[in-house]
């Protein structure tokens, strides 16, 4: 069985209840996530040996998402118990036209004081298929930019394949540089990229001809988006972009695209209507298309799994995609009427 492991900060998530407004009632919902987790929870779900690995402050918080992670079945034997602190984010989920928003109280936590050594990397890939680790990481602290470009050589050298979600994230990159000169060294070790077109062009340099604010996308740019990010990058042997289409907070559509160099694969569009909880709905995306790619026969599969994954995340609570395999291929191969099952 392949085995995957991630990289990542995992954070306490403290959300309003339901639409409301922060502090709009005196009580926030307290869960854990995080990019790199999120991953891991979903590789898990399907079946696959997935471990997580970062650095937790040695107190009951620490221990509360440990054990959470863990009842997944998570591997979380590479979890590091440290004084410091778990970084914190606030959400408030919006409504039509009103945005969700997210507020980070993130700095200084213990994954991003971590030392390069903390983590005996060697070890860790030993016996390991795949590596995947996000742009977010390395954007909360210079250590924690050492840390993912350390990790994404180590893993390299060990023939490990690795992934990369770029997840540019404008509100972290406050430590004196910006993401095109971190993204850009670390994709020299990453074998599959996953991006959206904003991406491409904040992490990379690479724009996009096309406006997300108006939520249209035209698909036709993407295959050179893909191409040019190759052509930079001759070490990438695949570049997945995802492509939503923002109609207001409740109303998107979903879909993908892959390319591997020779075969460009656009997915089947999804209607989301009803958004319960887009928060990790990219997360979904890279561990469906890990799971696709190590499983199925096509690239064009993987990706159908990887939308169809991401797709259900958005009704579901929470950063973790609380999916099966059989309820992903299921959607796949079109049952997505939501009847009831009896």
Known sequence: MARIITLGEIML???SPALERFFQSPSLEATFGGGEANVA???ANYGMDAAFVTALPNNAIGEACVRDVRSFGVDVSEIKMVDGRMGIYFLETGSNQRPSKVVYDRADSCIAKAPVDLFDWKKIFDGATWFHI???????SE???ELSLAACKAAQQMGVTVSC???YRKNLWKYGKEAKEVMTEITKYVDVAIANEEDFQKSLGITAKSDVESGELDRDVYKGIAQTAMEMFPNLKRVAITLRESKSADINNWAACIYDGKEFYVSRKYALTDIVDRV?????FSGGLIYGLLTYPTQAEALEFAVAASCLKHTISGDFNRVSVKEVESLMKGSGS???ER
């Open 165 to 167: 979600d770029l997840n």
């Open 134 to 140: 996000s742009g977010i990481t390395p954007a909360i």
């Open 41 to 43: 929870v979903s590789l």
């Open 13 to 15: 998530r403290l959300k």
């Open 143 to 145: 250590s924690a930019a």
């Open 338 to 340: 939501g009847r009831v």
């Open 280 to 284: 990790g709905g990219g997360d979904s």
